[in-house]
């Protein structure tokens, strides 16, 4: 009966609809079991029985393995400003109904965006008191915040309008009995550059982080807790947990457990808050969920969080402030989550976006790389496949002959650059090669020690080297450190001036009167 319905499971390879439930498998393999060995042998009515079982086990187990499955379901999705795209959606999660969430995708490098953190202060404020009056346009929440022997602090660093937060009223004062001190992570943005930071748990642990098959090898200072940022820093925003570590979507085996061993809250379903970065640097990602029964909306945990940042394709995301201080605001449409108190929580400090239409140029976009001693792509490499073979701006050098290496190829004045001709040599016939007896005149009487001087009038060992038969001899020369073998053309022998001498005295003698 099985076969005749062409449903049959591999027992072996578990094959299912659902690849990632278990159960699904086992009742595959409970089927495939009756459908070949039970059924067949039963009588009629036993059969029709075990079908409808069998369909209904089938709706029970696909519809809760359904319900098991994260997804989410997109409702609106518009361009409310050139650059900046504004979603809403619901996240459909596997025992609660769902919970209403907000993405606002941010194009850095769109005409007139930039990025925006609140100046040092003192006390907190709303983030619709903050935007507005400061000529934001998009707004949500902070880093985490409390008040600490009468003074309120962030938890982690900040930077506004190129102002740093002051010790006394940020994560760099509070102290180490604090248990939040120095746990932070931060996206912060300069002229031209998007950057970012790793969490304290993330760079204490990144020995096991790799060993697990995360990749650790950017962002700012990778390896120091808690770094002082690049010197020209604008706008700066902390947070933490980690939730998508350099492009991979940071799991636990127990989202419900000590999933996130540097906050103990990441465990429960509230409203959070997330910011995130892509790959590229180029895209901003503010996302805000509701919850606590807001709109229908129970919140979401670490996990669900981390996993929404991974749908949205960032490449590095951290958790901020959630709870009561979960908000998004716009200009022209105010607050477009609920927030769980039911109105605007005040909170320390806020990021958001400016976003002016004044044709100004992007303030934080990353570029293409050049070779300018910079990281304009914003990958955490300066130059990065932009320096010729020798690592330096420009062409590469040409190889001379120095006993260097110029060209970086590995090989040293190769390509016969060290084989060059002395063009200051004149030229030589071949059949010009003196002998012995070309330099003097056999007639004319000499004297001995003028005639025979070997040294000026041959030299055996040039004369017969077979290396000037062609009228070009390798010679040694040394210049400027450089020990090269050049080639010269040989000179024409020419008589001895001496010679010259002697002949004119002995002619005067024979032309002499008697006297």
Not at 391 to 415: R, W, Y
């Amino acid at each position: 009966m099985g076969r005749n319905l062409g449903w049959r499971f591999d027992r072996d390879q578990g094959r299912d609809l659902l690849t990632e439930k278990p159960r699904v498998r086992e009742f595959a393999i409970l089927v495939d079991v009756m459908w070949s060995d039970i059924i067949p042998k039963a009588s009629r009515h036993v059969q029709r029985s075990a079908l409808s079982c069998a369909l209904l086990v089938v709706c029970v187990i696909f519809s809760t393995g359904a319900s098991a499955q994260r997804s989410i379901s997109w409702r609106t999705d518009e361009s409310v400003h050139g650059g900046v795209r504004l979603r809403t959606a619901r996240f459909n999660q596997s025992t609660t109904s769902g919970s209403e969430f907000y993405v606002a995708s941010i194009n850095l490098c769109a005409s007139g965006i930039a990025m925006a953190v609140t100046a040092p202060r003192t006390s907190p404020i709303r983030t619709s008191g903050w935007a507005d009056p400061g000529g934001i346009f998009l707004a949500i929440n902070g880093d985490f915040y409390e008040r600490i022997g009468g003074s309120w602090y962030v938890y982690g660093d900040a930077y506004g309008n190129g102002l740093r937060w002051p010790a006394g009223h940020s994560g760099l004062g509070i102290g180490s009995w604090h248990w939040a001190s120095q746990n932070y992570g931060w996206i912060a943005v300069g002229p031209g550059w998007v950057n970012f930071t790793h969490t304290e748990y993330i760079k204490q642990n990144r020995a096991a982080f790799i060993a697990a098959g995360y990749t650790l090898d950017q962002g700012w200072q990778p390896t120091t807790v808690a770094p002082t940022p690049p010197t020209d820093t604008y706008n700066l925003i902390s947070g933490f947990s980690e939730l998508v570590i350099e492009g991979r979507v940071y799991t636990c085996p127990d989202p419900m457990g000590s999933c996130f061993p540097d906050r103990a809250d990441m465990s429960s379903r509230v409203p959070r808050t997330a910011i995130g970065i892509s790959r590229d640097r180029r895209t901003l990602s503010f996302v805000v969920v509701d919850g606590r029964g807001r709109r229908s909306s129970a919140g979401v945990n670490g996990q669900e969080l981390a996993w929404l940042m991974g749908q949205l394709e960032t490449w590095e995301a951290l958790n901020l402030d959630g709870g009561g201080s979960s908000t998004m605001w716009m200009r022209g449409r105010g607050i477009i989550n609920s927030p769980s108190d039911g109105s605007e929580r005040s909170v320390l400090d806020h990021v958001g976006i400016f976003a002016a239409t004044d044709g100004t140029a992007p303030a934080n976009c990353c570029g293409d790389e050049i070779c300018n001693g910079r990281d304009d792509d914003c990958d955490g490499v300066v130059d990065n496949g932009v320096t010729n073979a020798c690592g330096s701006c420009g062409p590469t050098p040409a190889e001379t002959c120095n006993g260097l290496d110029d060209n970086c190829d590995g090989v040293v004045d190769e390509g016969g650059v060290c084989d060059v001709l002395d063009a200051s040599a004149p030229p030589m016939d071949a059949g010009a090669s003196a002998d012995a007896g070309a330099s003097t005149d056999a007639s004319a009487p000499t004297d001995a020690s003028a005639s025979t001087d070997a040294s000026a009038s041959t030299d055996a060992s040039a004369s017969t080297d077979a290396s000037a038969r062609d009228g070009r001899v390798p010679v040694d020369i040394s210049s400027g450190g450089c020990s090269c073998r050049v080639t010269r053309r040989s000179p024409k022998l020419q008589p001895p001036i001496s010679l010259f001498i002697l002949l004119a005295l002995l002619w005067r003698r024979r032309t002499r009167p008697a006297t």
